[in-house]
């Protein structure tokens, strides 16, 4: 099942305006357990869980993390907003301190974009677009430091770890890629030195 999208009425309603209406629309929602909604780009996203394959790479990958980050300050975090300027998103993944009480937004909905130095987010069908580029777009101008699309679909499925983010050009400056079956160790920030290989997203899906 893809996303089923939600616009605000942008020919008739200036930016800030927009993002207030989208802003209050999408706390106004009440969705039935298995669907969750964000808002990415002037439009509201409505998505289900993922399916089995996605789920196990992501606890797969949480559990590596807990464990990796066990003495270091932060700790990994799933179904939990990540929010930015009346913009707001829950990532397959995510990394924050420890002390996350102290980096929730003042309304209580989720953690602030600014506390938050990494982001994966797993690819299932009909997601593609909006994770390589329209999230891509959403996190660079957030500022998130790093990155990570784990992608079953990129030519038999690859890593890929973004770092640089230019918030105005809306892009990340660096870009590492690596074939599921082989290493790809994160470059910086708290997770740096923490590898993701076979042991979490299996071998190159064109392998027997």
Not at 62 to 67: A, C, E, F, G, H
Not at 84 to 98: G, M, N, Q, S, Y
Not at 118 to 130: K, M, N, R
């Amino acid at each position: 099942m893809t996303a089923l999208a939600y616009e605000a009425p942008e020919a008739t309603m200036p930016g800030p305006d927009r993002d207030e209406y989208l802003w209050q629309t999408w706390k106004a929602m009440e969705l039935p357990e298995g669907l969750h909604a964000e808002i990415i780009e002037g439009s509201i996203e409505v998505s289900p869980t993922g399916r089995y394959s996605h789920g196990q790479i992501t606890n797969l990958l949480r559990d590596k993390l807990v464990v990796f980050l066990a003495d270091r300050g932060y700790v990994a975090r799933q179904d939990m907003n990540v929010v930015h300027e009346r913009k707001v998103w829950i990532p397959d993944l995510f990394v924050t301190p420890a002390d996350a009480d102290g980096h929730m937004t003042d309304d209580g909905i989720g953690v602030a974009a600014s506390a938050v130095p990494l982001i994966v987010e797993v690819v299932s069908p009909g997601h593609d677009d909006t994770l390589r580029v329209r999230k891509r777009r959403a996190y660079a101008r957030a500022g998130i430091p790093v990155y990570v699309i784990i992608d079953d679909y990129d030519d038999h499925g690859h890593v890929t770890v973004l770092t640089s983010p230019s918030p105005e050009e809306a892009n990340y400056g660096d870009s590492m890629r690596r074939p599921y079956g082989t290493d790809i160790t994160i470059p910086e920030g708290p997770v740096k030195g923490f590898v993701i290989g076979k042991a979490i997203t299996g071998q190159s899906r064109s392998d027997g």
